[in-house]
């Protein structure tokens, strides 16, 4: 390409003629946000985003045809997941007056991606930085995830455990070139060490995992600051687009840049909701938790590479310090809490998971978002009267007791939240401890106070109605392993008596 803008310096007259407005016909100069990999620049309805021209160790954006095939991959990898936001590809042109315009005639000498604007503030990472990030877009977030990664085809080809040490070894080639450049040493070597170690050690369940499916080519860069909220909707965008490998690897991986994102801005509670509602929308094996720090942690060591190069040593050494905490074995066990309807068991289970030992605290199996995932519909879902025969009943309280078996192998703490009325059903989930740390609470309110709770409820799993709520009968005995709790009492008391017991 004649006259190619090979370096940021011969990028400079495209970024101030864009910035100005005059590239885009605006009338006034553009908003910029200067990022790792591109410079952005927000019109009034309209964002356009070049590539900077730098050669970084894991992609190379140093020439114009780098830019224009890096911009391409970003529209193909980003419509499925926000087709009303990408626009197209538009080639930045010289024309014969030596004016840099966006489209037209005259010699394209370089390229930028073109899409609509979303209101300011819109993005997740802004709202959890302004206090206003809330439960129900965290869960729409990890929902949107789970039924991306749902319509993806396996990638059998990729997601070996040599790829993930790839990454590791990019990443401290990354770190150290950044380092280098501040005139520091590296201080990452024992995060890379300990993913390693890890890595190996889970080899063989990473290896099994791709063998059944798991690897897809996703999102690949999927923190807080891409993910937004557009026309209503929580919409991913910015998918990582110029290495497909880097992209491709087991889902769980592609989540858990999410998750860590949560983690480390201290939102431990949303990550922990998040978490909870990828696996049951995915429908996502128990056993995967076993790799979930490892991979919350390499997301991690991403981020401290990523800022080290960028010359920020203090936010490199945070995400440093959480890699490494979360790549310490947690303690598992299993707290069941049961009860008749409406005595507060899923606000407790949700009060309480954060705080237990795990990479976002503990695995809630709840029994009537286990039906649903039984019965193939949503958690929101009606099911029919048939659904809750004692057949069909004791068949979910196996399940139950299955999943948080194989929970605990994966070495998650578990809190099983169920009615648990039948005997068979609180020893059936005392079994599934198999010797890890038990602990059963039992709460107790008065009917009026459970049916009016009952009767409140929306959206929720939950089929219980007022008049079931009303009709159930406390069982006559609960066995050693449980607790009576009087759950008419404030939800922190209650917290801090399941955090005692089960300690």
Not at 462 to 471: E, F, L, M
Request: a negative charge; aromatic letters at 6%; glycine letters at 8%.
């Amino acid at each position: 390409m004649p006259g190619a803008v090979r370096t940021e310096a011969d990028q400079a007259a495209i970024v101030a003629a864009l910035e100005s407005g005059q590239a885009s016909g605006e009338r006034a100069p553009l908003k910029r946000i200067d990022t790792h990999m591109s410079h952005l620049f927000l019109g009034a309805t309209r964002v356009y985003k070049l590539k900077r021209a730098i050669r970084h160790p894991f992609a190379d954006m140093s020439t114009p045809e780098a830019r224009r095939r890096a911009c391409e991959a970003e529209l193909e990898v980003n419509r499925p997941l926000a087709p009303g936001l990408y626009e197209g590809v538009l080639p930045a042109v010289r024309g014969e007056d030596g004016a840099i315009r966006i489209g037209g005639a005259g010699e394209a000498v370089d390229w930028v991606v073109a899409m609509r604007r979303f209101e300011d503030g819109a993005l997740l990472s802004e709202m959890a930085e302004a206090g206003r990030l809330t439960p129900e877009l965290t869960l729409a977030a990890a929902e949107v995830t789970a039924r991306f990664h749902a319509g993806l085809p396996s990638a059998h080809e990729g997601g070996h455990t040599a790829d993930y040490q790839r990454i590791i070894e990019g990443l401290r080639q990354t770190e150290a070139q950044g380092a280098a450049a501040l005139g520091v040493l590296p201080a990452s070597a024992p995060l890379f060490d300990a993913l390693e170690h890890e890595l190996t050690r889970q080899t063989p369940l990473i290896e099994a995992r791709r063998r059944a499916g798991w690897v897809r080519r996703g999102h690949g860069d999927l923190h807080l600051r891409n993910i937004c909220l557009f026309a209503g909707r929580v919409t991913p965008f910015d998918a990582l687009e110029f290495d497909p490998a880097l992209a491709t690897a087991d889902v769980i991986y592609d989540v858990a840049f999410l998750l860590m994102d949560l983690r480390v801005r201290g939102l431990d509670w949303l990550a922990n909701l998040a978490m909870n509602r990828y696996w049951d929308a995915s429908d996502q094996p128990e056993a995967g938790l076993a790799l979930l720090p490892l991979f919350m942690a390499l997301r991690a060591a991403v981020r401290t590479a990523v800022t080290v190069e960028a010359g920020d040593l203090a936010e490199a050494d945070r995400y440093r310090r959480l890699g490494l905490s979360l790549l310490k074995p947690p303690a598992a066990r299993l707290a069941a809490i049961g009860g008749l309807s409406g005595t507060g068991k899923s606000a407790l289970a949700q009060a309480v998971a954060p705080r237990l030992d795990g990479p976002c605290g503990a695995r809630v199996l709840r029994s009537d978002v286990v039906r649903k995932i039984l019965a193939g519909v949503a958690a929101t879902d009606r099911l029919a009267d048939a659904a809750y025969q004692p057949a069909a009943r004791d068949a979910v309280y196996r399940e139950l007791a299955e999943r948080a078996r194989a929970a605990l192998g994966a070495g998650a703490t578990v809190i099983a939240d169920a009615t648990f009325r039948e005997d068979e059903a609180r020893d059936e989930i005392e079994q599934a401890a198999g010797g890890h740390p038990f602990a059963g609470l039992w709460l107790t309110a008065p009917t009026p106070v459970r049916v009016e709770r009952v009767a409140r409820r929306q959206g929720d799993a939950s089929d219980a109605t007022a008049k079931v709520a009303a009709d159930q009968v406390e069982p006559q005995r609960l066995g050693p392993g449980w607790r009576n709790l009087d759950a008419d009492r404030p939800l922190e008391a209650l917290a801090a008596d399941l955090l005692a017991h089960g300690s």
